[in-house]
């Protein structure tokens, strides 16, 4: 298929803040946007040309939104496999596609598809009953981390464990769900990187930020990470052997824990945007947003020179409640548009540029 023109419908599934960021990126470019989603007030609805209120699974629904889009693609990773099969099995451009999704949404396939990329990862075990936990965590020292296979976000869906602890009542607490258990990594330092590919195969990445998180919920991320070069390397040529395993189209986010040594383990990867590339529009000569937008469209990718030093900084919950002129007084202020502020929930973002 032709690259798309300006002018064009680019369908969006999905309504959060990533949405609305990658709709401002497509109107730069000169794109129409269509959101689709079941909620009818979401913040990606209010910078759309169009959207569609119906739930993912309305396959009939979503057929007939789709035929309004030049492409599609998605700006979350729990969009169900099946609506995207139906999408491409329909004849319609989805990008990055469903093997993604597919790979992504559960922890244990996730992974396993890593390490057969050569990618390496803290040891891992699959738990679907409480006495599946002993014999792993007792082989990984005596700590652990249980997970649910699917869903769980931002520390959601896991609990941290040690031999001898209650791991009856710890399955109950992720109600019983098919888990898996991952060793404690004692990591120096979080990194991630994200990365952009076009239709084409080729591949650029952004500089590596470090990231630090608060109650499972990224706070900050800070560029440059302080990782040495080698180190940068090997973390982009395992997010390029990723993409490519996965045939992606579009920026994805493989996050890593860095050892002492400089061994990377990598925790997990997002088939979307990332957190952690919100610097990206203010910092560099094109934003993540833009850059998946260009590769949605069949686009040459954008030069990712970095201009600066600088860092992101969450703003959770009240703290997007404070004046914007407070809050923007040395940077740039990005909020979401959404109508409450819960505690831990992610209203906006602040880029500083760092001396």
Known sequence: ?????????????????????L?????????????????????????????????YTDIDALLGWAATCDAITYEFENVPVEAARALIEAGHLVRPGAKPLEVSQ??????????ACGIATADFAEVNVAMDIAEPIKAFGGQGILKTRRDGYDGKGQARLE???????????????????????PFEREVSIIIARDRNGEAICFDVPRNEHVNGILKRSVVPSGLSDEVALRAAESAKSLAAALDYV????????????????ANEFAPRVHNSGHWTPEACATGQFEQHMRAVAGWPLGPVTRFHDVEMLNLLGEE??????????DGVLTLYGKRDAKPGRK?????????
Not at 1 to 15: D, F, N, P, R, V
Not at 106 to 115: A, C, I, P, Q, T
Not at 320 to 329: N, S
Request: aromatic share 4%; proline share 5%.
């Open 1 to 21: 298929m032709s690259a798309l023109k300006a002018g064009a419908t680019i369908g969006i599934l999905g309504g959060g803040q990533l949405g609305r960021m």
């Open 23 to 55: 709709g401002g990126a497509a109107a730069t470019l000169g794109f129409d946007v269509s959101i689709y989603c079941p909620e009818k007030d979401c913040p990606a609805s209010r910078v759309a040309s169009q959207h569609c209120i119906a739930e």
């Open 106 to 115: 559960d922890r244990l396939v996730e992974k396993s598809f890593l390490r």
């Open 163 to 185: 031999a001898g602890d209650d791991y009856e009542a710890a399955h109950k607490a992720l109600k019983h769900a098919p888990c898996i258990l991952e060793a404690m990594v």
């Open 250 to 265: 579009g920026v994805l986010a493989l996050e890593f824990f860095v050892l002492e040594d400089g061994t990377l383990l």
């Open 320 to 329: 997007a409640l404070v004046p914007p002129e407070v809050l923007a007084a």
């Open 347 to 355: 209203m906006g973002h602040l880029v500083r540029r760092r001396p």
